[in-house]
């Protein structure tokens, strides 16, 4: 089971997964996903992981495995709304782990935020064992799930692997959305539109391909792996950088106009994958330069 699937990381994951042959069920309620990121081979349920109807698909289905992408991923929208926040990440979550015991699922694949969890660090790049003290409520959610999944693990034996992703872009992210510089870059040059920095330019994120990060999902399904695990590229690279290389692969020749920084974002950040490589057999395979490139050509062909 995926949730979130028909959503930019949960469609891609679900693809992978059909590609290794196993048997898929994706649940999404459609409010930031898409009914043309649904791979037919998957068999789809319009559900909110918030609602106790979600308890039917695990009765039915009886998956051996779940993959929760499902989330409130804006930044912005959990400082001005926390409660929603909190109700869809925290609550939701809850939810889905409760029915994971009682339908008897072996394992739950958890898409946290390396990007969010660990607020500034004094020392890049980070590692699991960085304090977490995020700087949004995004983050605060993101990791109070964690601390449910060990809590199961160790009262119940559900196995678990968090993965806290760095940014992630690719094929299919929303560029009209508040999330996703690279898309939301690429869509405004592509309609010869000046893009927004916020701020100056320098801050610095770690960026990761999607398809990268769907294989490390299916890394993280063999029994017995359980824990947390960076999954990022350990680069920086600053909003002025993502820039240049999005226009300069769309043809773009305008600058940037700047905007103050948004409550809650961090200043920098990039992620130390070295326990993913070493347990989970992890490591990106995709270069910034080479997946923006394919990624606008995605949106091109679309433009």
Not at 204 to 214: E, F, G, S
């Amino acid at each position: 089971m995926v949730t979130g699937g028909a959503g930019f990381i949960g469609s891609h994951i679900v693809d992978a997964l059909l590609n290794e042959k196993h048997d898929v069920v994706i649940v999404d309620n459609l409010s930031t996903g898409s009914r043309k990121n649904i791979n037919p081979g998957a068999r789809f349920y319009e559900v909110n992981i918030c609602s106790s109807d979600i308890s039917h698909v695990f009765e039915s289905e009886r998956p051996q495995i779940v993959c929760h992408q499902a989330a409130q991923t804006v930044i912005s929208r959990s400082v001005a709304d926390p409660l929603f926040d909190a109700n869809v990440n925290i609550l939701g979550s809850v939810n889905l782990i409760s029915n994971c015991l009682r339908y008897g699922v072996k394992k739950l694949i958890y898409a946290s935020s390396g990007g969010a969890v660990y607020g500034e660090p004094e020392h890049l790049p980070a590692t699991e064992q960085y304090p977490v003290n995020p700087l949004s409520q995004y983050g605060a959610s993101k990791h109070t799930v964690e601390h449910y999944l060990h809590l199961y693990w160790l009262q119940h034996g559900l196995e678990y692997v968090s993965l806290r992703y760095s940014n992630i872009y690719g094929p299919r992210q929303n560029p009209s959305g508040e999330a996703g510089v690279i898309a939301i870059f690429a869509g405004q040059m592509l309609r010869s539109e000046q893009p927004t920095i916020f701020g100056k330019g320098d801050k610095t994120r770690d960026y990761t391909y999607v398809a990268d990060i769907a294989r490390a999902n299916l890394l993280a399904m063999p029994a017995g792996k359980t824990g947390i695990y960076n999954i990022g590229t350990g680069v920086e690279t600053s909003d002025r950088q993502i820039f240049d290389i999005v226009a300069q692969n769309v043809g773009y020749k305008g600058e940037p106009k700047h905007s103050p920084v948004r409550k809650g974002e961090i200043y920098r950040i990039c992620l130390d994958s070295s326990k993913a490589k070493a347990e989970l057999g992890w490591e990106p395979l995709t270069s910034v330069k080479n997946g923006i490139a394919q990624t606008v050509g995605f949106f091109k062909g679309n433009h």
